[in-house]
């Protein structure tokens, strides 16, 4: 798919709101072969394996009927009157018509303040849009009960607080009575593993007091999500603390282990938006482009995104 820029946003109201190749689960995998929404290992790079990934997308997509589908439609946040100063308050999401199919990966992309963190803060409620709807499974979410939500919709955020007495205790805190194979499982695809059996006590050490540096804090809150075993994954800047390498490698081992979890990324790297199926780039509230992280690459505006947030 080619991707498209201007005032009328891909999947706007009038343009179908819907994402080009979504009913095979991929942008772009109805239309040219080779271009199905494959994204490259590095920026910039060649749209190798495109063929491939197109195929597992639809594979995922059609064997997981009520599998994680989100759809954003005509959603609208305003930040309240009195922080913005005028009458009905400035519009942080402004018209996003969106569909995420389930068990595919998009990466938002956008400058400070685009409304990247807001839009993924719907999908689980913690956030009310003014206008419009956000269904999961084609259901509003607001119809869902709280606790099925949080059993639907996982987070992962930058600054994770560890609860609980001890590591296990930690990272099984939103499935209480997670088997233990359940927590290592999910700490090495996390990358936690290995540096959480060099402690001491191992899973059973105390988390009051516990000295850890920022990275091995983020693994620890990306494996407590994994561990919720929820139908849709939102990593707020949860990988932002980590090395390019290691984040590649976590990104890596989410599109293989998790092929059939929806995945929604904030992405401030460009290699996280890599290793997305498709890109949804943010500007001012409004999808100012919508496809492959190849094909946007080749818009020096688009590349200036992650520019300033390597410089921020």
Do not use: N
């Amino acid at each position: 798919m080619v991707a498209r820029r201007g005032a009328d946003p891909p999947g706007a109201v009038g343009r179908g709101g819907r994402i080009r190749g979504a009913r095979s689960g991929i942008p772009g995998a109805d239309g040219g072969a080779g271009r199905g929404g494959a994204c490259p290992r590095g920026a910039g790079t060649g749209g190798r394996v495109a063929g491939d990934r197109a195929r597992r997308v639809r594979h995922r997509t059609h064997s997981a009927a009520g599998g994680g589908e989100l759809v954003f439609r005509g959603v609208r946040v305003r930040v309240p009157e009195g922080e913005a100063g005028s009458g009905e308050g400035r519009a942080v999401l402004d018209g996003i018509d969106l569909t995420v199919p389930a068990g595919a990966c998009v990466a938002l992309v956008g400058a400070s303040g685009s409304g990247k963190s807001t839009l993924a803060a719907l999908a689980g409620r913690l956030r009310e849009p003014d206008e419009g709807e956000v269904l999961l499974d084609g259901l509003p979410v607001t119809r869902l009960a709280r606790g099925e939500l949080r059993r639907g919709v996982a987070y992962a955020f930058p600054r994770p607080v560890l609860m609980g007495a001890d590591l296990a205790e930690a990272l099984s805190y939103g499935r209480p009575g997670a088997d233990p194979e359940a927590v290592t499982g999910a700490a090495r695809t996390a990358h936690a593993d290995d540096f959480v059996r060099r402690l001491p006590a191992g899973y059973a050490t105390r988390t009051d007091g516990l000295k850890l540096s920022d990275g091995e804090v983020q693994r620890l809150g990306l494996a407590r999500a994994l561990i919720q075993d929820a139908r849709v994954l939102v990593l707020d800047d949860a990988t932002g603390g980590l090395d390019t390498v290691t984040e590649h490698h976590i990104h890596e081992a989410f599109r293989t282990g998790l092929a059939d979890r929806t995945r929604i990324v904030v992405a401030h790297h460009a290699t996280a938006a890599a290793d997305a199926d498709f890109v949804a780039w943010l500007e001012s509230g409004r999808i100012k482009a919508l496809g492959p992280h190849t094909e946007l690459w080749s818009d020096p505006a688009y590349r200036a995104v992650f520019a300033r947030e390597e410089r921020t």
